[in-house]
């Protein structure tokens, strides 16, 4: 089963694949990207991806060169290719390709990149045990809300993680929880679901909207409302989610232990709700 790419407008093997090194996601971070979840050979979402990837590309200025009937025979086609049942899509559009300079014409034509791989998940037992996250200060810009290329602060934060042995990092500005570097965070507390509300510095996953999607319909109290990073050790519950991880269990926080030190009642709920969705 090979991995595949989708580059200037050309299906061929990943390694194949090569972009401009004046393509200014290369020289400047300039673009915007999404990442799908495959299941069963099919994307979990996909038009909530592409509408997010829409939304962002409109904040920068990007006018996407396919509509969303391109995109979907795109990433059929792709999928199909790589003959992986549970991989994950990468997309991403660039401004395009022109002699570095900081400054760009709107003639530019958007450069896409798709990429296909198999989805290997994390360890059963981060979703048994609980797994591990530590706290940092946000670095980032005041537009996380788009998803963009510039992830250096995301790179930092999760190898700093790496490095203390944890799982993920997330970030703290001004004593509020924003988001982890490649997720969204959410606590229970007194029996409710509770997570930071959308705005310019957290950037609001498919997952998260589907994980309160559920939990109102399994009944659950659902409230998007700041948090302090005190409400995250007094919280009976921490969880993430995020494309790949779907909804992941928080045991430890800084090696605090939260609630009882493994998955609790509401998060396990969440979780088998989600599972549901793909068995």
């Avoid at 979840?37 to 979402?45: D, E, H, S």
């Avoid at 909530?48 to 059929?76: C, K, M, N, Q, Y």
């Avoid at 003959?83 to 300079?101: F, L």
């Avoid at 995250?232 to 993430?240: C, Q």
């Amino acid at each position: 089963m090979p991995d595949i790419a989708f580059a200037n407008g050309v299906f061929l093997p990943l390694a194949e694949a090569t972009v401009s090194v004046e393509d200014r996601g290369y020289q400047f971070g300039d673009g915007v990207y999404e990442l799908l979840r495959v299941y069963g050979g099919v994307p979990l979402r996909p038009l909530d991806h592409l509408a997010r990837l829409e939304r962002s590309a409109r904040a920068l200025g990007i006018a996407l060169p396919f509509d969303t009937a391109r995109w979907t025979s795109v990433i059929t086609e792709a999928v199909d290719r790589s003959n992986y049942p549970e991989a994950k899509v990468y997309i991403q559009v660039t401004r395009g390709v022109a002699p570095r300079d900081h400054t760009y014409s709107a003639t530019l034509v958007p450069a896409v990149v798709i990429t296909v791989r198999a989805m290997t998940p994390p360890a059963e037992s981060l979703y048994t045990d609980g797994t591990d996250i530590v706290t940092v200060p946000d670095l980032r810009w005041s537009r996380c809300d788009i998803k963009s290329l510039n992830l250096l602060a995301n790179v930092l934060a999760k190898q700093q993680a790496r490095n203390a042995g944890a799982f993920e990092a997330v970030f703290v500005r001004d004593g509020f929880v924003l988001e982890g570097a490649t997720s969204n965070v959410m606590t229970v507390h007194r029996g409710s679901l509770v997570t930071p509300p959308e705005g310019p510095l957290l950037l609001s996953g498919v997952t998260r909207h589907l994980t309160l999607q559920l939990a109102r319909e399994a009944g659950i109290s659902v409230a998007e409302r700041s948090l302090t990073e005190a409400d995250l050790y007094t919280a009976a519950e921490v969880l993430l989610t995020g494309t790949t991880i779907e909804i992941l269990p928080v045991g430890r926080i800084n090696g605090r232990c939260i609630g009882e030190g493994f998955p609790g009642p509401i998060t396990k709920e969440l979780m088998a709700r989600f599972r549901k969705l793909h068995a």
